[in-house]
Every structure is written in C-alpha cells, then in structure tokens.
C-alpha cells in the first residue's frame, strides 16, 4: 500500500523561508511525475509545482522565483524549497506522487504552512 507522508510544514513571518518534504513509501515504481498542490481556507486546490523523473519543472505563476522543486526519483522523495514567503502563500500542502503503470496519483494528508504578516 502507497503512504505518502510529507512535512516540513509550521508558521513562519513574511519574508521567511521553509523546506518542505514529501515521501512516498510502500510503492513499487519510481513515480514519474512528483508535485505539490496547496489549499487555502475557502479556495479550491491549486497547484504549486511539479517535476518529472526527468527533471522537468512547472512552477505556478504566484510562486515562480520563490519556491523551487526538486526530488529524488529512486527514492520517490520530493522536495519544496520556499522563500519570500507571503501570507497569501498560507494554505495546507499537499504532494502527489504518479504512477508511470496506472497514472494514478498517490496523495499525502497535507502539512500546514502559516505566513503571518
């Protein structure tokens, strides 16, 4: 069975940064496209980032040239580096992990990252 568990999550000022972390373990691929989707109170979930196996990154506008994703494909691990960050930057995050066999994405629980002005 798939778990995907991330953290790294917390409350940081305006400005500050935070590092956040995603595995996915129990799988039995080394997942094709990994990424980070984030939902904030009363807005639908919006993607943040995302990266192939190839090393392929899609960045969502609001957070080009803040955050920067990076993974370790053999270990299906991904990473979200966040800087500059911005109150509007506060939401639970969520990562996924896919599937090259089903194209199914495997999700984590979320971890909550708070900016305060």
């Known amino acids: 069975q798939v778990h995907v568990v991330e953290s790294g999550g917390g409350l940081v000022q305006a400005g500050g940064s935070l590092r956040l972390s995603c595995t996915a373990s129990?799988?039995?691929?080394?997942?094709?496209?990994m990424g980070w989707y984030r939902q904030a109170p009363g807005k639908q979930r919006e993607l943040v980032a995302t990266?192939?196996?190839?090393?392929?990154?899609n960045y969502a506008d609001s957070v080009k040239g803040r955050f920067t994703i990076s993974a370790d494909n053999g270990k299906n691990m991904v990473y979200l580096q966040m800087n500059s960050l911005k109150p509007e930057d506060t939401a639970v995050y969520y990562c996924?992990?896919?599937?090259?066999?089903?194209?199914?994405?495997?999700w984590g629980q979320g971890t909550q990252v708070t900016v305060s002005s």
């Open positions: 996924y992990v896919r599937s090259p066999f089903t194209s199914r994405d495997y």
């Open positions: 129990g799988t039995s691929f080394r997942a094709n496209v």
């Open positions: 990266i192939s196996s190839g090393g392929d990154t």
